[in-house]
């Protein structure tokens, strides 16, 4: 079964940083296509950006309002995916899940995790 | 502003059929499949539809899946209060090179 536990979130201050933590199990992160998705309180799902999979390249893209601000990486020992956040600003106030493609069928964010908030405010 | 569009809200009452619409463009779902999620009160999304018109095992057949051109639907017939959640159209965008959703509907039933 996979299962994927984000942490990391919290409170910081505009400017600020955080880390996030995707750990994996059921499958391995550098194996499965794996991205970042959040979502603002009330509001809809925003993609942030993705790794793909090692045979696939293992290269990384991200959205336009992260790019240059926030880098995605990996930890194949652990098996966990981060997604560290510079420069934040409070319009990136939101849940921050870590989701990753199917095994079985040709889709994006199959699994998802539970989600960890991140708060940006001064 | 979402990238692709859907209504805000839908409803229905139980057994009846209701159908959510996303619209997008030509870099979008003009171009590539679309994929469908759920999400319940304070939980995770789900992957109800992949491939435009793809279920994955364990969706139950009351889901349905269709494209045409820059438009997408989807179908909820038999609707029942657990379908009550908000759903989600998304897609890979050519022009934006990443995966774009919409704004999302809040399913009511009555």
């Known amino acids: 079964e996979v299962q994927l536990v984000e942490s990391g979130g919290g409170l910081a201050k505009p400017g600020g940083s955080l880390r996030l933590s995707c750990a994996a199990s059921?499958?391995?992160?550098?194996?499965?296509?794996m991205s970042w998705v959040r979502q603002a309180p009330g509001k809809g799902l925003e993609w942030v950006g993705r790794f793909k999979s090692e045979t696939d390249g293992g290269t990384i893209d991200y959205a336009a309002p992260v790019k240059g601000r926030f880098t995605i990486s990996r930890d194949d020992s652990k098996n966990t995916l981060y997604l560290q956040m510079n420069s934040l600003k409070t319009e990136d106030t939101a849940v921050y899940y870590c989701?990753?493609?199917?095994?079985?069928?040709?889709?994006?964010?199959?699994?998802w995790g539970q989600g960890t908030l991140v708060t940006v405010s001064s | 502003q979402s990238v692709l569009t859907q209504p805000p809200s839908a409803s229905g009452t139980p057994g009846q059929r209701v159908t959510i619409s996303c619209s997008g463009s030509s870099s979008n779902i003009g171009s590539n499949y679309v994929y469908w999620y759920q999400q319940l009160p304070g939980t995770a999304p789900k992957l109800l539809i992949y491939?435009?018109?793809q279920r994955p095992s364990g969706v139950p057949d009351r889901f349905s899946g269709s494209k045409s051109g820059t438009s997408a639907s989807l179908a909820i017939r038999g609707l029942r209060s657990e379908d009550e959640a908000d759903y989600y159209c998304a897609a890979w965008d050519d022009s934006l090179s990443g995966w774009v959703f919409g704004g999302g509907t809040k399913l009511t039933v009555l």
């Open positions: 491939s435009n018109n």
């Open positions: 989701t990753t493609h199917s095994l079985v069928v040709p889709a994006p964010f199959d699994y």
């Open positions: 059921g499958l391995s992160v550098s194996n499965a296509w």
